[in-house]
């Protein structure tokens, strides 16, 4: 089946401090969507991507849909404390319905 | 939006019983929903797709016998693990999306299953 490739696979930064995070695949998708989960709860959906190219803000996250349509990036700007979390890319292909592939995900850890 | 309800949040049984969690779409109709298990420092596992008013789809090496998925209205997908053993504890997620509008999926808030 398809594989996401993504990294880094955590990341220990100082509050302020922008992060980068990319999802690569060997398959094309057509949409791409990121999730933050928090211990012990559900994904909850940051950004979504339904373009190539496709340049997406939610507050201090932005997120791209790559040209190619095999990977993406989200990056987080002025991080806060908040921001702790586990965050997870997903690939959409438009024949599998709604059924998503997950990369393996990206501990962000804040230090204050 | 799209709210995805799920229950129990947290269930400890003993080794051989079963156990039944629900999902729910509380504002929205979903035709399909996805059942997902997630393993500490691990990504989410794609189990099921559960399908209103036929057999759910089971992805390969998930036994459909153990996990019972049933999906009898379109706002409700129940999962059974039948006989638990410890090695089914896990965090134990759905999903569904309003698909009137196209949206994305937005997922429950997941159940920690412990087996003892």
């Known amino acids: 089946g398809q594989q996401l490739n993504q990294s880094p696979q955590s990341m220990f930064i100082q509050e302020g401090e922008d992060v980068s995070m990319n999802c690569t695949s060997s398959?094309?998708?057509?949409?791409w969507l990121w999730y933050k989960q928090d211990p012990g709860e559900g994904p909850v959906l940051l950004i979504a991507l339904y373009k190539a190219g496709e340049l997406t803000s939610n507050g201090r996250l932005t997120a791209q849909f790559g040209i190619t349509r095999k990977d993406s990036f989200l990056n987080i700007s002025a991080s806060i404390p908040s921001d702790v979390g586990i965050y997870f890319c997903?690939?959409?292909?438009?024949?599998?319905?709604?059924?998503?592939?997950f990369g393996e995900g990206t501990q962000l850890t804040v230090n204050p | 939006g799209a709210v995805v309800s799920q229950h129990p949040s947290r269930v400890i049984c003993k080794s051989g019983t079963s156990v039944k969690i629900e999902c729910r779409s509380l504002?929205?109709?979903?035709?399909?929903m996805f059942w997902y298990r997630q393993f500490p420092k691990q990504s989410l596992m794609l189990m099921a797709t559960s399908n209103e008013g036929s057999k759910a789809t089971y992805e390969q090496g998930v036994e459909k016998d153990k996990f019972l998925i049933n999906h009898a209205s379109l706002t409700l997908s129940t999962l059974t693990v039948t006989s638990a053993h410890p090695e089914d504890s896990s965090f134990y997620i759905c999903?569904?999306?309003?698909?009137?509008?196209?949206?994305?999926?937005?997922f429950g808030n997941g159940t920690r299953l412990t087996v003892t």
């Open positions: 999903s569904a999306r309003d698909q009137r509008v196209n949206s994305p999926l937005h």
């Open positions: 398959s094309i998708f057509n949409t």
């Open positions: 997903a690939g959409q292909l438009l024949t599998s319905g709604s059924r998503l592939t």
């Open positions: 504002d929205f109709q979903a035709t399909t």
